[in-house]
């Protein structure tokens, strides 16, 4: 699959009527070589919901097909260890928006909304205040249907709660969420001028599952014979024996409830996995429709795009589905930052340091010109991008404070070579040396040879549990 081209690709997804409204666009659009527009830079924040760090063919996997998010890669900054601090829906977007952790908004469910005044303090409101055109479009995933800022963006085409796939247009014709959102993305965009600086967030279902619906991950239907012939490997630790030395907790989790129902077999398996990656790549095609749309109004000379994801997705590792826990399937994300303004030694580069959620909104307000206000926790990564080499985090802290229950509450530490972390409701540790053991199989708690290591890694990660608190 790493080696499809336009052409291939096209025959591949043949068999649908809506396959020639869908045009392969932006797989190899250039950089138009104009110089940068003066003024500030417009700026496009693009949030996938549930896409791992790997499902990226510029991660690595040599199965997914996503040519332009590889493009920004290949011609911007790919952050090769990327973190959500919290690995659920409205708590990681709470921290995206508002720069914090958990510990500090406060927003650790489905039910609680951002303050007043707390909203004025997030990336899209900062950036409204001071001239920007601002929209959004997609999940809001923060706070119930009623308290949705509508009227605080210049564009709004977002929605409450978790949306459905399949919608029909005036004439009753199918169209999938993903391809209307591009298509609102294209309607902000030809609303937008050269006079005015613009942000637009585009907030993707994708490749979030459907909740209640038997199919699970509802793709694009042009998409339905993408992957038909590829057969998808199974991680090493879907192995039952990695399941079976989880503690009893886990193993009756909702995790374990939802494998049975999207892994549990290996027909199972092989469906949800490529209906996972058909949805990533129907997101692809929209970034490359996008891209295509700035070029033809000739905003892409001055136009920042930012992607990643909300959180991560166990596909059948350790026998579990979902996310919340802090096993590095859960906690990593892709990012990409492509910044057409940069200099050609800036175009390519994979960046090794730690990057988190809570740092995109420090970035893009330090991309518009804007001071990052006090409150926000992050760090804004805009001397990564630039080549700058600043002291940097060797660690950070990760939450999962949500109440459920069959989902365990978690804390942990990630530095650079270790996992420390604990199960608050049920008094259990891990460790893992992530250096011998990237896959996370060896559980080092009760090893008396690591005693030492395990302490230090608690004190460090209650000092910087404070810290997250604000305190």
């Known amino acids: 699959m790493e080696n499809l081209n336009r052409r291939e690709f096209v025959k591949l997804v043949a068999g649908s009527a809506a396959t020639a409204a869908i045009p392969l666009t932006g797989c190899n659009s250039q950089l138009s070589g104009r110089r940068a527009a003066a ?32 493009d920004m890669a290949n011609n911007g ?41 707390a909203l004025a303090q997030t990336y899209p409101m900062l950036l409204r205040k001071a001239g920007y055109q601002v929209g959004f479009i997609g999940k809001y995933g923060v706070g119930p249907k009623r308290d949705l800022p509508v009227d605080e963006y210049d564009y709004w085409r977002g929605f ?53 619906d038997p199919r699970q991950f509802i793709y694009d239907r042009a ?43 290996p027909a199972k398996f092989q469906e949800s996995v490529k209906s996972y990656y058909r949805l990533i790549t129907g997101v692809d095609v929209v970034i490359g429709k996008i891209r295509d749309e700035l070029k033809r ?17 166990y596909l059948g590792e350790y026998g579990l589905a979902g996310k919340w826990f802090p096993h590095e399937e859960s906690i990593r994300v892709p990012l990409i930052v492509f910044d057409p303004r940069a200099s050609g030694s800036r175009r390519g580069v994979s960046c090794e340091q730690m990057a988190l959620n809570v740092d995109i909104a420090p970035t893009i307000l330090e991309l518009a010109g804007l001071a990052v206000p006090k409150q926000m926790q992050g760090r804004s ?6 080549g700058q080499k600043p002291k940097w985090r060797t660690d950070f802290f990760y939450e999962h404070p949500f ?60 000092d910087l549990l404070q810290i997250a608190k604000g305190e």
């Open 39 to 70: 003024g500030r830079p417009n700026i496009i924040f693009l949030l996938t919901d549930d896409q791992r760090a790997d499902a990226m063919g510029c991660a690595g996997n040599p199965i997914i097909y996503t040519p332009n998010m590889d």
């Open 77 to 117: 900054v790919l952050f090769k260890n990327a973190f959500v601090t919290t690995s659920i829906c409205a708590s990681s977007r709470a921290s995206i928006f508002a720069g914090q952790w958990t510990r500090r908004h406060k927003i650790n469910n489905f039910g609680t909304h951002f303050s007043e005044a």
């Open 160 to 212: 409450p709660g978790q949306g459905r796939y399949e919608h029909k247009d005036k004439d009753g014709n199918y169209k999938h969420l993903t391809q209307i959102m591009g298509e609102q993305s294209i309607e902000f965009l030809r609303g937008c001028s050269k006079d005015k600086p613009f942000c637009l967030s585009v907030s993707f279902k994708a490749p979030h599952v459907q909740d209640g």
């Open 223 to 265: 998409y339905k014979n993408l992957y038909k012939d590829v057969a998808i490997p199974s991680p090493k630790t879907a192995d039952p024996r990695y399941f079976e030395a989880l503690p009893e907790f886990l193993q009756t989790s909702e995790a374990r409830r939802r494998w049975q129902i999207r892994f549990s077999t």
């Open 297 to 313: 109004l000739n905003f892409d000379d001055n136009t920042i795009i930012m992607f990643t994801g909300d959180n991560g997705f």
């Open 381 to 386: 990564l805009v001397s990564l991008l630039t």
């Open 403 to 462: 109440k459920h229950k069959t989902i365990a509450r978690t804390e942990a530490l990630r530095t650079q070579r270790w996992k420390y972390a604990r199960y608050i409701d049920f008094d259990y540790e891990e460790l893992y040396d992530l250096k011998n053991d990237p896959l996370e199989t060896v559980n080092l708690a009760k090893d008396e040879k690591y005693k030492q290591t395990l302490k230090s890694l608690r004190v460090r990660c209650n």
